[in-house]
C-alpha cells in the first residue's frame, strides 16, 4: 500500500501543446470546436475517443457518475443509449440536469459540458438498436440494469432463455431501453500546459447567444 500511496503522492508529469486556445479565432458556436476537437481524437487513433464520464444527480442531492459512449451527434446535440430503469435513467427523469466530461490524456485535451437531458424518440432509439450486435440486444432484455443480481449464473440462464425466445427472428427493442438527448447550454475546453498553466476557454449559452470567456487556469 505504501508503494502505492508513495507513486500516487510523488509521480509528475507536465501536459504539453504546441498552440494555446486563441479567444478571437475560435468559432462563435461551442459545438463546432466540439466537433473538430473530437475529429482529431479519431484521427489520432485516441482510445475510446467517443468515451465521457456522466455524472448526475438523485433526488436526495448525492452525484453520480459513470462512463458511457456518445453514439450520435444530432442537431448539435449529443445521443447515448441506455436502460430507463437503472440509476442513471431514474435520476435524470427525476431531474435532468448533467454533466458530461470528455478527456484525451493522448492530447492534453479535456471537454466539459454541462445541460439537460431529454429521452429520445422511440423511432430513433428503435434503429439504433436493429443496428446493435445481437449479443448486446439480448444483453438488453436480460439486464435489470442497476438491480441487484444473486449470482452470475442468473444472468447467465436470462441469456440462455432469452436466446431461446428469439430464436430465428429479430429481436425488438424492449421498452425499457432507448436513447437519450444531451442539450448542452455550457462547454469548457481545456488543454493541458506545463506547470499546470493550462488554457480553459468557456462557452455560456445567455440570451440565446453563445459568450466566450477565458478562465484561470
Not at 450520435?72 to 449529443?78: A, E, H, K, S, V
Request: hydrophobic share 35%; proline share 6%.
Amino acid at each position: 500500500m505504501s508503494t502505492t500511496r508513495d507513486y500516487i503522492n510523488s509521480n509528475r508529469h507536465d501536459f504539453y501543446n504546441d498552440g494555446f486556445l486563441d479567444l478571437e479565432k475560435c468559432p462563435e458556436h461551442p459545438f463546432h470546436l466540439f466537433e473538430s476537437w473530437l475529429e482529431v481524437a479519431i484521427q489520432k487513433e485516441v482510445n475510446e475517443p467517443y468515451a465521457f464520464n456522466l455524472a448526475t444527480v438523485d433526488e436526495d442531492g448525492k452525484p453520480h457518475a459513470r462512463i458511457l459512449y456518445v453514439r450520435d451527434l444530432m442537431d448539435q446535440d449529443l445521443v447515448f443509449y441506455t436502460n430507463y430503469g437503472s440509476d442513471k435513467g431514474q435520476q435524470v427523469l427525476k431531474n435532468p440536469q448533467a454533466c458530461m466530461t470528455f478527456f484525451w490524456p493522448e492530447l492534453s485535451r479535456q471537454i466539459r459540458l454541462e445541460g439537460v437531458v431529454e429521452r429520445l424518440d422511440d423511432t430513433l432509439s428503435d434503429a439504433y438498436f436493429a443496428s446493435r450486435p445481437r449479443g448486446s440486444q439480448i444483453g438488453a432484455w436480460a439486464s435489470e440494469q442497476s438491480k441487484v443480481l444473486e449470482s452470475r449464473d442468473q444472468l447467465e440462464a436470462r441469456i440462455k432463455e432469452l436466446e431461446v425466445r428469439f430464436e430465428g427472428q429479430n429481436v425488438p427493442r424492449p421498452n425499457h431501453w432507448g436513447g437519450y438527448r444531451f442539450k448542452p447550454s455550457y462547454y469548457e475546453f481545456w488543454l493541458g500546459h506545463p506547470s499546470r498553466l493550462h488554457d480553459r476557454l468557456a462557452y455560456t449559452h445567455e440570451n440565446l447567444s453563445w459568450i466566450k470567456r477565458r478562465l484561470n487556469p
